[in-house]
């Protein structure tokens, strides 16, 4: 729980306006709400403006739409693997051009466990979308337009999967389904993770903080099954590494990509020399979405852009 001051700080910050603020207080009762509670009560106003703070950093609102978009893609890959069908038409709505999804279908899983992984992570992602429309109300933006077959083609073929002319169906099979998984979940936690310290408002940081754990669950379970699988099949492993380095190749110098590992040790949870998570800016978190070493505004999995203030790559 946290006190009556902290929360009325955290809602006066985040409201659009004073009479937000009051019909807030009004309907939460402030005092006795958790920090769920108190930001995402059903059915209550936008809390949060895309505006610059005072010091020109990006406001809370524009670093959660962000985020948005790349829910809004993950929901869209998993949903497709898993159903054959992607976000219904009233989670796809909001501020910016609202675009289509080209590519995915159904995959065809023939191990159970692997297919009851992609079914729980669905309806997660999906719970995000929803989440963070919620927290956003009115200022949440619209999904963008997502390649989900050209991209994968391309990313395979940056990553030495394919040779030219090739194509890359990452819907084709359940190894290709977590390959593909893979290049999500690893920039997805690296992304909150970078995104934290521009998060002002301590309620959207708790927020960002439980996105991120369950992120980091989820590329555990992708991570560990593709161990296992290289047991049987141990191509897995340096065909993980060249998506890695692949990754690597994109976001700037810095090493901040790692594999799975080899046959003979293991790399199931990547960290730096302190055991910690890796960083990457939302620029860089752009430029692996958009298929670029360079600066741009769309590309790769967003070839229209996503929607928002933040929306250029680094470099």
């Known amino acids: 729980m946290f006190e009556h001051k902290f929360i009325t700080n955290a809602i006066s ?3 659009e306006n004073a ?3 009051r019909r807030f207080f009004q309907a939460a009762g402030v005092a006795g709400f958790g920090v769920g509670s108190a930001v995402l009560l059903a059915g209550q106003p936008a809390l949060a403006t895309e505006r610059k703070d005072d010091g020109g950093a990006p406001s809370d609102s524009a670093i959660l739409n962000f985020a948005l978009n790349l829910e809004y893609l993950e929901a ?9 069908n992607g976000l219904p038409d009233d989670m796809i709505t909001g501020r910016g051009q609202q675009g289509d999804v080209s590519g995915g279908y159904a995959v065809p ?10 079914q729980e992570i669905a309806a997660d992602e999906k719970s995000h979308v929803a989440f963070l429309r919620s927290a956003l109300g009115g200022a949440a933006v619209s999904r963008p337009t997502l390649n989900l077959d050209d991209s994968f083609t391309a990313a395979a073929l940056a990553a030495g999967l394919i040779g030219p002319g090739e194509t890359f169906d990452v819907f084709e099979n359940e190894v290709n389904f977590l390959f593909g998984a893979f290049i999500f979940e ?4 690296t992304a909150y993770k970078g995104a934290a310290p521009l998060i002002s408002n301590k309620t959207y940081l708790e927020a960002a903080a439980g996105l991120l754990a369950v992120e980091a669950y ?7 099954t ?7 099949t141990p191509s897995i492993y340096p065909t993980i590494q060249k998506i890695s380095d692949a990754r ?3 976001d700037g110098p810095t090493d901040l990509d790692q594999g799975i590992g080899t046959a003979d040790t293991s790399n199931l949870v990547p960290t730096d020399a302190n055991a910690l998570a890796f960083s990457r800016t939302p620029g860089q978190v752009l430029n692996i979405a958009y298929l670029t070493p360079n600066k741009a505004t769309s590309g790769g999995f967003f070839p229209d852009g996503v929607n928002g203030k933040i929306n250029t790559s680094g470099h």
Do not use: C, M, N, W
């Not at 899983?109 to 992609?118: E, L, Q």
């Not at 989820?218 to 560990?224: E, K, L, S």
């Open 13 to 15: 910050r985040s409201a």
């Open 19 to 21: 009479l937000d603020r």
């Open 76 to 84: 869209e890959f998993y949903l497709q693997a898993v159903t054959g």
């Open 109 to 118: 899983f023939d191990t159970p466990a692997i297919r009851k992984y992609a």
């Open 186 to 189: 690893d920039v997805g936690v």
């Open 218 to 224: 989820h590329a555990g379970i992708i991570r560990t």
């Open 226 to 232: 593709l161990y296992s699988l290289g047991v049987e």
């Open 248 to 250: 690597d190749s994109l």
